[in-house]
C-alpha cells in the first residue's frame, strides 16, 4: 500500500464558511456515520459496499485535519461502491432503506435552491494521496422538491475533477461529447433510464480535462447546462453541493483545505 505521506502536512483547520478551526478531534468509522463541520456535513457513504467485510473507512475532524480515510481490498472488484465526502443541503437519499441513521440528512441554509436562482460559487481545494483505483467528484442532486427524497430526483450532475484508474464508459452509459461550462472544457456522458432503466433520473458526468484539487466551480452554469440539455428544468431544485471520493480499491486520506458555497 502507498504511504500516506502527505498525512502529516495538513493544515491545521478547515476552512468551509467561516473559516473557524475545528475546535476539537473526532473519528467516526461507522457506515454512513454524519460528522458536523462548519455549514456542512461530513458523511461516511458507503452506498455499495455489499458484503465486503475486510475494509476501513472514516471521516475526521480536528486540529491535524479534516476529512476521511479509507482502505478497501482488491478482492472486492473494481467497481466504484463507496463515497465519503462532504455534503452542504438536504440529501433525496437520507431516508433511503439501508442508511440508517441519516433520515433527514441536512447541512447548512444555503440549499436546496431553485436551479434559476442558483447563483453560488464552489470554491475548494483539497490534497489526497492514495493508491488503488478511485476519483475525485462533486455530486449535485437535483429534485423536483426542496425536501427531497429518492422519488424526487430529476437528475444527477457528477463532476470528475481528478480520475486515478477509473474508465469513465465502465460508470456511465450514454452519449458522449465535449462540452465548455463556466470556461473549462470537459468530456461529458449523458445517461438516461434508456441507458440504465434502474435509475429514474437523468445522469451528467463532467470529466474536467485539467485534473484539478483546488479552485471554483459557477453553479449558474453548471445548472444553465443542465437546463439547456433537457436533464432538469429551471424549477426545478439544486438539493445537495457535495465533494468527495469516490472509491474502488485501494487505500487513501483526502485532507480537505477549503470547501465553501458563496
Known amino acids: 500500500m502507498l504511504k500516506l505521506l502527505l498525512s502529516c502536512m495538513s493544515l491545521s483547520f478547515l476552512v468551509l464558511q467561516t473559516g473557524t478551526p475545528a475546535r476539537r478531534s473526532e473519528v467516526r468509522s461507522r457506515d454512513n456515520a454524519v460528522l458536523p463541520v462548519s455549514g456542512a456535513l461530513l458523511y461516511n457513504n458507503v452506498y455499495g459496499k455489499g458484503t465486503i467485510t475486510d475494509y476501513r473507512q472514516s471521516v475526521f475532524s480536528g486540529p491535524d485535519g479534516t476529512g476521511w480515510a479509507w482502505t478497501w481490498p482488491a478482492n472486492g472488484g473494481t467497481d466504484l461502491k463507496v463515497y465519503p465526502e462532504i455534503l452542504i443541503g438536504r440529501s433525496p437519499w437520507s431516508d433511503a432503506p439501508g442508511l440508517a441513521g441519516t433520515a433527514g440528512l441536512a447541512a447548512g441554509s444555503q440549499l436546496p ?37 429518492e422519488k424526487d430526483i430529476v437528475s444527477n450532475l457528477c463532476l470528475w475533477t481528478v480520475n486515478h484508474g477509473v474508465t ?13 461550462i463556466g470556461g473549462r472544457m470537459y468530456d461529458a456522458i ?27 466551480l459557477d453553479l449558474a452554469a453548471l445548472m444553465h447546462a443542465l437546463v439547456a440539455h433537457g436533464l432538469a428544468k429551471s424549477t426545478d431544485f439544486l438539493a445537495t453541493a457535495e465533494l468527495g471520493t469516490e472509491v474502488a480499491t485501494g487505500e487513501g486520506r483526502t485532507t480537505l483545505r477549503d470547501f465553501s458555497l458563496k
Open 190 to 216: 449523458f445517461e438516461t433510464p434508456k441507458e440504465r432503466p434502474e435509475k429514474h433520473w437523468n445522469t451528467l458526468c463532467l470529466i474536467d480535462l485539467e485534473p484539478r484539487t483546488k479552485g471554483s
Open 168 to 180: 469513465p464508459s465502465e460508470v456511465y452509459k450514454g452519449r458522449h461529447m465535449r462540452l465548455k
Open 113 to 149: 435552491e431553485r436551479l434559476a436562482a442558483a447563483r453560488q460559487t464552489i470554491r475548494f481545494d483539497f490534497n489526497t494521496a492514495a493508491d488503488g483505483l478511485w476519483l475525485a467528484s462533486f455530486d449535485f442532486w437535483i429534485t423536483s422538491s426542496d425536501h427531497p427524497t
